[in-house]
């Protein structure tokens, strides 16, 4: 059956698979130490043009999540999130289990709003008893957010605008980030959220790796004795190859950026064609996903042929489904999707 | 440069690679919900004769200490451990970083004894203060351990008492599983080990993988909830198909145990080599990982062109060196090492 | 300056520094197995009208908040509470700092409804993926709450039916406990309120203690060696007698039950009071906490000769505040303040 | 009966309780806020001739230890303790409880040597793989030790030496810190104490206080937030006045000193009567403890009479016993005592 229910459906690009055949007999040394790792370190740091960035490899966005919140905040801070943000509600409480309470906002499909990041900074401090509560050390927000939404420029400047006055880390979740920057909405590019933040990952496990996050940290910020850190998190690789040959594969020659419009291009025909069948919109993402509003009955047949996810009930009679197209996603794919909606 | 360094140099066993390439369009539901993870796991209790064990996959050893050590410990509990325990010095921190103490017993050549378990034990309670001590909640052993050395049946049941007696969980960490079981003077079966501890796990990164760790828990003990556990952890892939699709193809047609088999088939013969050249022994390591000592001039040459594994300091002129075979380590390799020690 | 600021402004009630003073020299065992412990568990176990039940002494609030938390869930659980409880918004992360997320629900002027916990706890139970999230393990609610607030017997009891639905245990924090069995609008008694709960607290620093919370376990539901877990989160006191004496004081002759009464009716004649100068209540608080908006001019003069609480900003004009009367509340107290509002 | 069980079997100097009453209805703000907790701090600061030393109170001496390892490492870091240090063998695993591990070195008597932690010290860094490891972030030490024993001057400017030379922490543990300067043995004063650590605390509890310690960070050096992080880890009593009366008593008139050689007075006269009747001493220790190894026959009869404390077996026939003396000890009581040894 054909499967529109996310985007980590398919393995991984050819052309990473093909890599790992060529280099495996290759013997190298272990935990991120390997050639590979380094120039895949470059060529991210080439890409934002900031040679002074420190990237590291780790394997999956729950881990990446917990592993930079924790390290980069100090023990009695917790960190901001729009209530709908990932390490809020779907990581299984992995931030608190480090020890660190979520701080939540308001979430507008997917986006916090800086004005309500500064209210609640400001209503801290204002507190006289802000002693006796977690210190906002961090504001996290995802690009794009769990709703297939993105922040514009300007939104990211307010946002690290008040992160910057009040003294707080902006960490940004790029889990999806290739299909946010693809996409057509998008304002920015990747040199410039480099500039937008003080630490972000580049998704691989969505964006055609096998499994993968890049964190860079964007100026001289890498919490201390890093590596320590992230095999005290259990997140340290033996075979740092495998890692560091996926990203190297991604970011040669504009593979990850290029895969990442094939999500966009699926993505865009196939809401061409929701749209056409008068399909109601519940968000107006402008990404890989796609959140649309179906009635039950249509859904159970919709579900005999097409795997989609499950979003929310929107009412008794409706769901909210999500169709996610990849870089996997092909041609025949929609055409075949198109025949079934 | 040649590098018997560790047994982690080269990247995956090559079925493994191309069972990847076979299945990599394969749509699949992801965090191990995958028909793969399922044969795996059907194949792994196959073999260990135990339709009722329940089989997890997680990516790495520290991890998989980790997880299971904190799971299955109240908190309240900590672990025994030889003091030579990889949990115990080289892991970061990370079992304590989880909130649970190593209490540790002396090392023998990498083994722990079961009578200085019992003494340890026996002494706790015995101590009318023990309320303001750890419980010891489990016994840590490796098979084979750090040293290269394994336990007898007759010891694994002396130890597997003990745990019973007091009600500690025996927990046997098998990150170079086949590489114990595959050396001559092993004189259990996976089947056996499987009866004579409460979980193990079986090492897939050190032994034909490019990540991964089988956990077995052997009585119906899985800690509940565990896939929430793992998630909290950061542990939880989405692409579950990394770890199934590898542990599949090594259960299939007995390759974990065929590929095994090549690392101690090289370390016999490299040993052999090492003998006639009158190399001591530092330890008597029947496994894929061999301890020699070697004087500083002679080791600096040696580096020229093979790498190795620095031990420890032997004394001020000499020093203790591991050479490791892999599931990998090729005859000619041998050959080629043979002429330069 | 006159305060009414908060009900732990005065030191103990002179009972209990006249039995510290008579028992100074009797030599004691140490950590709460003295006989004063014991007696007053018995007579704590008496007035409850419990012999089953198994009480605890610990030092603070917060402590005991965050102990028994910790204690009574599994990793993978978090609690439910008010948006407004004490553990969700006022106890630096103390809960999360142990690993366990607050799950919010709405407060109601302090109080959650019992509707809203099944809502959660169905939704989540619904959700295909909650296995990734946290599960809820348990509800905290405090008698009276931090609005000073109380439940009906009727509400507590279709919480605790909720709970038992849904195997969640009932967590009812008494720090002012006194405050609210002695209320008018009171309809249960302790020894209801102990059936209608699995946990909860008897508090002392807040209603005549110089500091100490009850803990009382109802169903033999005491966490496995939990005098260990007290002493590894650090609040298990070497001289116990310093809790012992002090709630065998409160637990003798009804003092402590006469003395919550003194604080209801000192609040009584003030909220009169109060009412008679049109003073606007924020909240409709029964207990020994009043919530009045004044405006700023007003509060200005006010505090030049007692000291009140601030609450929160009413608007830009106005600000509620609190008047706290205690255990230690004069009726002189009271006419001097009737003076000055 | 007799007891010479503990230093800490009567309640607390009458001084103290008498300053309780004068001041119990005295109207005080909380959290540590109050004039006593800042008159104490200040005569702290007088008595060690240190004005920018930073003073507060917490409650019993497990929680001190937690509170001060946990805030002043890096979460990758662990504390250096004699193998018998008290946060290392009788505290639960508390240290562990907040994510550290304790690295043991050997104990002599309850000491540590500088030369073992400096070759600790120097072998982690020497080992090419400490990455990998735990990082000694913090030497802990108490003063007088578990075994009563005391560091010379000389011992102390050499461990100081050492943590400096490697950046890390000393932290003096002075649960019994008044019996150590007080005895004949000591070459220090607290002034000099003070000035070769970097943070210690002052025992309370054990030295005529009901409860409380008062820890001293000598050089601007307090964790920031550290109110915030004392609550977080629910040590923060909302009645401060309970400790910081106490302290201001202890240290008005040089109580504490006068009340501490009290202790050492009568265990001197204890000693001189145990060697008359030829007991022999299990440990040198010039401070409050005596340790003697008794035949087990000869302790049935002695317990019949008086509380003492079991250490260890000494051999089948004999055990190690503790007598303890205290600020309470009496003449009579040593006369008492001498009857029945």
């Given at each position: 059956?054909?499967?529109?229910?996310?985007?980590?459906?398919?393995?991984?690009?050819?052309?990473?698979?093909?890599?790992?055949?060529?280099?495996?007999?290759?013997?190298?040394?272990?935990?991120?130490?390997?050639?590979?790792?380094?120039e895949a370190k470059?060529?991210?740091?080439?890409?934002?043009?900031?040679?002074?960035?420190?990237?590291?490899?780790?394997?999956?966005?729950?881990?990446?999540?917990?592993?930079?919140?924790?390290?980069?905040?100090?023990?009695?801070?917790?960190?901001?999130?729009?209530?709908?943000?990932?390490?809020?509600?779907?990581?299984?409480?992995?931030?608190?289990?480090?020890?660190?309470?979520?701080?939540?906002?308001?979430?507008?499909?997917?986006?916090?709003?800086?004005?309500?990041?500064?209210?609640?900074?400001?209503?801290?401090?204002?507190?006289?008893?802000?002693?006796?509560?977690?210190?906002?050390?961090?504001?996290?927000?995802?690009?794009?957010?769990?709703?297939?939404?993105?922040?514009?420029?300007?939104?990211?400047?307010?946002?690290?605008?008040?992160?910057?006055?009040?003294?707080?880390?902006?960490?940004?979740?790029?889990?999806?980030?290739?299909?946010?920057?693809?996409?057509?909405?998008?304002?920015?590019?990747?040199?410039?959220?480099?500039?937008?933040?003080?630490?972000?990952?580049?998704?691989?496990?969505?964006?055609?790796?096998?499994?993968?996050?890049a964190v860079v940290?964007?100026?001289?910020?890498?919490?201390?004795?890093?590596?320590?850190?992230?095999?005290?998190?259990?997140?340290?690789?033996?075979?740092?190859?495998?890692?560091?040959?996926?990203?190297?594969?991604?970011?040669?020659?504009?593979?990850?950026?290029?895969?990442?419009?094939?999500?966009?291009?699926?993505?865009?025909?196939?809401?061409?064609?929701?749209?056409?069948?008068?399909?109601?919109?519940?968000?107006?993402?402008?990404?890989?996903?796609?959140?649309?509003?179906?009635?039950?009955?249509?859904?159970?047949?919709?579900?005999?042929?097409?795997?989609?996810?499950?979003?929310e009930k929107y009412?008794?009679?409706?769901?909210?489904?999500?169709?996610?197209?990849?870089?996997?996603?092909?041609?025949?794919?929609?055409?075949?999707?198109?025949?079934?909606?």
């Amino acid at each position: 059956m054909l499967s529109f229910a996310s985007d980590y459906t398919e393995g991984a690009h050819e052309k990473i698979l093909q890599r790992f055949v060529e280099t495996n007999l290759e013997q190298l040394p272990g935990y991120g130490s390997d050639h590979y790792c380094d120039e895949a370190k470059e060529k991210i740091k080439k890409t934002i043009e900031m040679p002074e960035a420190d990237v590291w490899f780790l394997t999956g966005g729950t881990q990446t999540n917990e592993i930079v919140v924790d390290t980069m905040l100090a023990k009695y801070e917790g960190v901001i999130s729009a209530v709908t943000g990932h390490i809020s509600a779907h990581e299984a409480g992995a931030v608190e289990f480090n020890g660190h309470e979520v701080l939540t906002v308001p979430g507008y499909e997917g986006k916090l709003k800086a004005q309500d990041v500064r209210n609640y900074v400001r209503n801290f401090y204002a507190d006289e008893n802000h002693d006796h509560m977690v210190f906002p050390g961090m504001v996290y927000i995802s690009y794009p957010t769990e709703y297939g939404t993105i922040y514009s420029k300007n939104e990211l400047e307010e946002i690290y605008d008040v992160c910057k006055e009040y003294n707080m880390t902006l960490f940004v979740d790029g889990a999806r980030l290739g299909y946010g920057l693809m996409c057509k909405e998008c304002d920015i590019t990747i040199k410039e959220l480099a500039r937008l933040c003080d630490v972000f990952y580049i998704g691989g496990t969505k964006v055609g790796a096998l499994c993968g996050e890049a964190v860079v940290f964007t100026s001289n910020n890498t919490p201390k004795h890093f590596l320590t850190s992230v095999k005290q998190h259990g997140a340290l690789l033996a075979k740092g190859r495998l890692l560091g040959i996926q990203f190297d594969t991604l970011f040669t020659d504009n593979l990850y950026f290029e895969i990442s419009q094939n999500a966009i291009d699926r993505a865009e025909e196939l809401r061409a064609a929701l749209a056409e069948k008068n399909y109601k919109f519940a968000v107006d993402s402008p990404t890989n996903q796609i959140f649309v509003v179906v009635d039950n009955d249509k859904l159970k047949k919709l579900q005999e042929s097409v795997s989609v996810g499950f979003w929310e009930k929107y009412d008794d009679n409706n769901t909210v489904i999500r169709f996610a197209t990849s870089w996997a996603t092909t041609k025949e794919q929609i055409e075949t999707v198109k025949g079934i909606i």
